[in-house]
């Protein structure tokens, strides 16, 4: 079984609570990502994704110099680098979502994403079945997309 480890992210850029919505997407466009952890020291405390910039801060007439914390979602669905695919592919699906920071105690290592299991072989059916009940229309809330 493969672990999460063998196909997360690394290298995982971020931000931090010192940094503001457009100092946030303008990362988001320099990596051509959607999703950017915010981190304060080495703790995982938030991550923003694209659609919380256009829900919670364009949407709501914020300015860009809006605070990272007032948009961020704050309550965050993780797993550690020891788990498997399966369990991560189970628990996106479970809570339809796209990205998943991987930590060890609070500290971000890395990042597994829905594409990470796309480009595996030995995970397309994981895919299939959590892009599937990802795509299923739900109510936006606090909860990281």
Known sequence: ???????????VECCTLLD???????K????NVGA??????DKLVGMITDRDIVIRAVAERH??????????????????????TNEAAKLMADHQIRRLP???GDKLVGIVALGDFAVRKLTDDQAKAALTEISEPTNFNNVQH
Do not use: C, Q, W
């Open 20 to 26: 503001n919505v457009y100092e946030v997407a303008v």
């Open 36 to 41: 950017v952890p915010i981190v304060d020291k």
């Open 102 to 104: 991987v930590v060890e």
């Open 1 to 11: 079984m493969e672990k999460i480890r063998d196909i997360m992210t690394k290298d």
């Open 28 to 31: 988001m466009k320099e990596l």
């Open 63 to 84: 300015p860009g110099s809006t605070k990272v914390e007032d948009i961020m979602s704050d309550k965050l669905f993780t797993i550690t680098p020891d788990a498997t």
